[in-house]
């Protein structure tokens, strides 16, 4: 069975850092683009970077102000969201997603209905 498990989320003070990870089971995530979203309570999924296979293309939300930065390690089978500079806006639950499809994230890469296979998510609480 395909499944991604992501991990790294916690409670953290405004202006701290954390680094989520996403591996996968099943199968490895080496030949797929990986994106990572959040939603918080209230609010739709929104999607917030995409990764391509290789690693070389990488796509971000214009809200994140460069705050955050995606990458991969695939001979860890694990994609990266370091996150810095957090604020209390960025309290939600982080997912991380693929297709099982694609190498590249293509121009409908925020969107949730491009991506058919997800985590259960991580909590992350930006917090004093």
């Known amino acids: 069975q395909l499944q991604l498990v992501e991990s790294g989320g916690g409670l953290v003070q405004p202006g701290g850092s954390l680094r989520l990870s996403c591996t996968s089971s099943g199968a490895t995530l080496d030949t797929y683009a990986v994106g990572w979203f959040r939603q918080a309570p209230g609010k739709e999924r929104e999607g917030l970077s995409c990764?391509?296979?290789?690693?070389?293309?990488?796509h971000y939300a214009d809200s994140l102000k460069g705050r955050f930065t995606i990458s991969r390690d695939n001979a860890k089978n694990t994609v990266y969201l370091q996150m810095n500079t957090l604020e209390s806006e960025d309290t939600a639950i982080y997912y991380c997603?693929?297709?099982?499809?694609?190498?590249?994230?293509?121009?409908?890469?925020?969107?949730?209905?491009?991506?058919?296979?997800w985590g259960r998510g991580t909590q992350v609480t930006v917090s004093s």
């Open positions: 990764i391509s296979s290789s690693g070389i293309s990488t």
């Open positions: 997603a693929t297709d099982w499809r694609r190498a590249a994230c293509g121009g409908g890469w925020s969107e949730t209905r491009n991506f058919g296979s």
